[in-house]
Nanobody, 123 residues
Framework: QVQLVESGGGLVQIGDPLRLSCVASRGPFDVYHMAWFRQAPGKGREFVASISTTGESSGYANSVKGRFTISRDNHKNAVYLQMRSLKPEDTAIYYC????????????????WGQGTQVTVRS
């Protein structure tokens, strides 16, 4: 099964941009729909964005629409999350996830998860 490793998290100021990366290994990458989820302190994990196997379709949570962009490079076995205009409420651990079935916003759709990368937006 595909293994996922996230990177790119860090401590930023309000309004700063940040790009997260997720690299996959041990499996064909282009058969997986990919997504980003996040979990803020004391809260459950929530959907952020998803992208289809070819990258032709994508979806976003309302809270990040217009500020975040998900993309993928199947040649590099990678998916990215470009974040702009970051807010303190974006502070969370961001997880990369893979699904063989769909690019839905349901957590249960995704069978493979990375360990997460911390994003902290300082107010």
């Amino acid at each position: 099964q595909v293994q996922l490793v996230e990177s790119g998290g860090g401590l930023v100021q309000i309004g700063d941009p940040l790009r997260l990366s997720c690299v996959a290994s041990r499996g064909p990458f282009d058969v997986y729909h990919m997504a980003w989820f996040r979990q803020a302190p004391g809260k459950g994990r929530e959907f952020v964005a998803s992208i289809s196997t070819t990258g032709e379709s994508s979806g976003y949570a309302n809270s990040v629409k217009g500020r975040f962009t998900i993309s993928r490079d199947n040649h590099k076995n990678a998916v990215y999350l470009q974040m702009r205009s970051l807010k303190p409420e974006d502070t969370a651990i961001y997880y990369c996830a893979a699904s063989l079935w769909s690019d839905s916003d349901y957590e249960s759709t995704y069978s493979n998860w990375g360990q997460g990368t911390q994003v902290t937006v300082r107010s």
